[in-house]
């Protein structure tokens, strides 16, 4: 079984202030946005051009903040928030919800695309190939901080890795069958698990990135591109939650599913729908006759 390393979750301490790992992470994916979003405006199959990429920035991380911390909030802790409201300023410490970060960027390119004259589906093709490399950098940030750790898995198996952070939660588990775990713990101190961070890099970040961006260098139909990111981000992840740990305080919902799938699958079901949709849409466009 391999050992979660248990990173210093601070990088570079600086007296009363620091630079988090996690802090970090989030702006290598923003840099990584911007480098990619100039290779998209200069391969020549968008509206965008720099200055409104640089516009768009702005808004974009404010919708990524602002989006995924009140949707973790609302969707997996809202007792808890709402008895200690000024935790939810503590951005530094984790705790972002995807799905709330994908409503946040929503509003923010309906409200630029408003600003600026375009169309919804415009702003949303260009970004969506764009987004799942940052989302590996989270992904990165949350195993460097030893959080979002995976379930238990067989101590054997070549990616079994044990979590400090997870200790206590293993003790548990331990103690309620210390048949089946105690020569694991006893050696180790800990169980293992999936290392279910690095999964959503491979198949969230990269795998989806892949595929996204091939798809969207050639021209395509008004919103296909984003269904796309749509559908494969849902399907990617709602595979990824079955070796996730679901969170000790929601567990699994219903039939069994964690939270984190059942806000996938509304994405998946109107992902599919709507790539086929557009496909649709783009041919009868490109054959009036038809």
């Known amino acids: 079984m ?45 509206v965008f051009t720099n200055e409104l990429l640089d516009d768009f920035i702005t808004v974009g991380v404010l919708g990524v903040i602002l989006g995924g911390r009140l949707g973790y909030v609302l969707f997996y802790q ?8 000024l935790e939810i300023l503590k951005v530094w410490q984790g705790g972002m919800s995807f799905h709330g970060g994908f409503l946040g960027v929503l509003v923010a390119m309906y409200l630029f695309a408003r600003k600026h004259k375009l169309k919804f589906w415009q702003v949303a093709d260009f970004v969506a190939p764009l987004v799942p490399l940052g989302l590996a950098c989270g992904r990165m940030g949350n195993f460097i901080n030893g959080e979002l750790w995976g379930r238990l898995t067989n101590p054997d198996a ?34 293992p698990r999936h290392p ?36 494969g981000y849902g399907v990617f992840r709602f595979i990824v939650e079955f070796a996730r740990e679901p969170d000790g305080y929601l567990g699994l919902l219903f039939m069994n599913l964690s ?32």
């Open 259 to 290: 939270m984190g799938q059942l806000l996938s699958l509304p994405m998946i079901i109107i992902g599919v729908a709507g790539f086929i949709y557009a496909g649709k849409k783009g041919k009868l466009k490109a054959n009036p006759a038809n």
């Open 158 to 191: 070549f990616w079994a890795m044990g979590f400090q952070n997870a200790r206590s939660e293993d003790g548990k588990v331990y103690w309620s069958d210390p048949q089946q775990w105690s020569a694991v713990w006893e050696k180790y101190n800990m169980l």
């Open 2 to 46: 391999i050992i979660h390393p248990n990173f210093d979750p601070v990088l570079i301490h600086l007296g009363p202030l620091s630079i988090r790992w996690y802090a970090l992470s989030y702006i290598v994916g923003f840099c990584l946005f911007i480098w990619l979003g100039r290779k998209r405006i200069k391969s020549g199959h968008t």
């Open 196 to 231: 279910s961070q690095l999964y959503e890099v491979a198949l969230e970040g990269i795998a989806l990135f892949v595929i996204v961006w091939l798809f969207s260098k050639k021209p395509r139909p008004v919103g296909q591109v984003s269904m796309l990111f749509l559908a």
């Open 78 to 85: 809202p007792e808890y928030y709402l008895s200690n409201p």
